[in-house]
């Protein structure tokens, strides 16, 4: 079926996140001492590292359940230490209470956050919009804050580009309202040979985020180009929907990443460069 909507994340896929994070990444750790009563440089290092020791074993944990690689980009490792420093010094034992505490960090701290577009990302932005077809962004950034990056870039058409921010891309909960496509999602996906622990795919918060989207253009999964940075995040759900996806292949791109966008053939496609998404909507 002909692409007939692009979905695009924001954060690491057509910003540098490295460059735009770095800023972010010291405002974040000064609130979060200053809420843990102390300088806590020594453990924060600590923590990190044990992120990185392993794929399998650590990650951002929602419910006790891992929704994304802990170590994909400076926000996700600021959100993900910041939570195993809380529980370290007995600040905040309830999750529920830790997370509405690191959100609150975040969107604090993503006000610092750098303007930093990836070299083609006016040129990709007016590419798309010029082919008249609808393109959202959906973000788990606050939306004004995302609105007001992209007015700075000002691409041509940039008053047709609309952004859905606070997506909350890793909370897995039912969609409301209730959605015949949502409820056939199996809870998880098992990538055998590559990632140890399964994919969770039932993220309504996200879901319901392209259910508006799709509902005001009058599409759906199966004409949906998402492109996106993180599998986990970005596109796992919208391709067991039915969507096709484009992975924005970081740096550090994990391996199970790559191979399973792979895994979906024609539905798949991943590049380091942004201008690979235009030959999928011929």
Same mark, same amino acid.
């Given at each position: 079926?002909?692409?007939?909507?692009?979905?695009?994340?924001?954060?690491?896929?057509?910003?540098?996140?490295?460059?735009?994070?770095?800023?972010?990444?010291?405002?974040?750790?000064?609130?979060?001492?200053?809420?843990?009563?102390?300088?806590?440089?020594?453990?924060?290092?600590?923590?990190?590292?044990?992120?990185?020791?392993?794929?399998?074993?650590?990650?951002?944990?929602?419910?006790?359940?891992?929704?994304?690689?802990?170590?994909?980009?400076?926000?996700?490792?600021?959100?993900?230490?910041?939570?195993?420093?809380?529980?370290?010094?007995?600040?905040?034992?309830?999750?529920?209470?830790?997370?509405?505490?690191?959100?609150?960090?975040?969107?604090?701290?993503?006000?610092?956050?750098?303007?930093?577009?990836?070299?083609?990302?006016?040129?990709? @932005?007016?590419?798309?919009? %010029?082919? !008249?077809?609808? /393109?959202?962004? #959906?973000?788990? *950034?606050?939306?004004?804050?995302? +609105?007001?990056?992209?007015?700075?870039?000002?691409?041509?058409?940039?008053?047709?580009?609309?952004?859905?921010?606070?997506?909350?891309?890793?909370?897995?909960?039912?969609?409301?309202?209730?959605?015949?496509?949502?409820?056939?999602?199996?809870?998880?996906?098992?990538?055998?040979?590559?990632?140890?622990?399964?994919?969770?795919?039932?993220?309504?918060?996200?879901?319901?985020?392209?259910?508006?989207?799709?509902?005001?253009?009058?599409?759906?999964?199966?004409?949906?180009?998402?492109?996106?940075?993180?599998?986990?995040?970005? @596109?796992?759900?919208?391709? %067991?929907? !039915?969507?096709? /996806?484009?992975? #924005?292949?970081? *740096?550090?791109?994990?391996?199970? +990443?790559?191979?399973?966008?792979?895994?979906?053939?024609?539905?798949?496609?991943?590049?380091?460069?942004?201008?690979?998404?235009?030959?999928?909507?011929?």
């Amino acid at each position: 079926m002909a692409i007939a909507c692009v979905v695009l994340d924001f954060d690491g896929t057509f910003t540098d996140v490295l460059a735009e994070g770095a800023p972010f990444l010291t405002h974040f750790q000064q609130a979060l001492y200053r809420v843990l009563g102390q300088d806590a440089t020594a453990a924060w290092d600590e923590e990190v590292a044990a992120l990185h020791s392993g794929v399998d074993r650590y990650g951002w944990e929602v419910a006790g359940r891992i929704v994304a690689p802990a170590t994909a980009d400076p926000y996700l490792t600021a959100t993900c230490t910041a939570h195993r420093l809380l529980q370290r010094f007995g600040r905040s034992q309830d999750e529920a209470a830790r997370t509405d505490t690191v959100q609150t960090l975040y969107r604090d701290a993503y006000r610092h956050s750098a303007t930093a577009f990836k070299e083609e990302a006016k040129e990709v @932005l007016e590419a798309l919009l %010029a082919t !008249g077809l609808p /393109v959202a962004v #959906v973000t788990n *950034a606050h939306t004004e804050l995302v +609105e007001a990056k992209l007015t700075r870039l000002a691409p041509r058409g940039r008053e047709r580009l609309t952004v859905y921010g606070d997506a909350r891309k890793f909370q897995l909960e039912d969609a409301v309202p209730k959605d015949a496509r949502f409820d056939a999602l199996p809870e998880a996906l098992h990538l055998d040979g590559v990632l140890g622990r399964p994919v969770y795919l039932r993220r309504g918060r996200y879901f319901s985020a392209l259910k508006r989207i799709w509902d005001a253009t009058h599409t759906g999964p199966e004409s949906t180009l998402v492109a996106g940075d993180i599998y986990e995040l970005d @596109l796992a759900m919208p391709a %067991a929907l !039915g969507a096709h /996806v484009q992975l #924005v292949e970081r *740096a550090n791109v994990l391996p199970y +990443e790559r191979a399973a966008v792979e895994r979906l053939g024609a539905r798949g496609g991943v590049d380091r460069s942004l201008r690979a998404i235009l030959p999928r909507l011929r």
